[in-house]
């Protein structure tokens, strides 16, 4: 199983856009729900928005409210987010994952089966 993230745009400036995308394989990636953590430096990791398996349903936490979008193409087994109105506050890596828990538990990671192995978006001011 593998979940792979990759990102456009290299390093940002505040303000600026990126787009994630985390390419899945080694699972059914259509019976899974999909979440997009963050772990900063020194902090600890937190989720940002989650998706469902049919892609209907989404869920952002405060720090992604109006500011990024989470979407899927289970056609391509990819997960997408976007970044916009990038702040210095959002360096962090960021990590893609996936869980077969129902829809209530998005929120918590120590329900998700597979994570992928993060890419660092750093936003300088």
């Known amino acids: 199983l593998m979940c792979s993230c990759r990102r456009w745009g290299g390093l940002v400036q505040a303000g600026g856009s990126l787009r994630l995308s985390c390419a899945a394989s080694?699972?059914?990636?259509?019976?899974?729900?999909i979440g997009w953590f963050r772990q900063a430096p020194g902090k600890e990791r937190e989720g940002v928005s989650y998706?469902?398996?049919?892609?209907?349903?989404?869920y952002d936490t405060n720090s992604a409210k109006g500011r990024f979008t989470i979407s899927r193409d289970n056609a391509k087994n990819t997960v997408y987010l976007q970044l916009n109105s990038l702040k210095p506050e959002d360096t962090a890596i960021y990590y893609c994952?996936?869980?077969?828990?129902?829809?209530?538990?998005?929120?918590?990671?120590?329900?998700?089966?597979?994570w992928g192995q993060g890419t660092l978006v750093t936003v300088s001011s």
């Open positions: 080694g699972f059914t990636f259509d019976d899974y729900h």
């Open positions: 998706i469902d398996d049919s892609g209907t349903v989404t």
């Open positions: 994952a996936a869980t077969k828990a129902p829809w209530r538990y998005v929120r918590i990671a120590s329900r998700y089966n597979y």
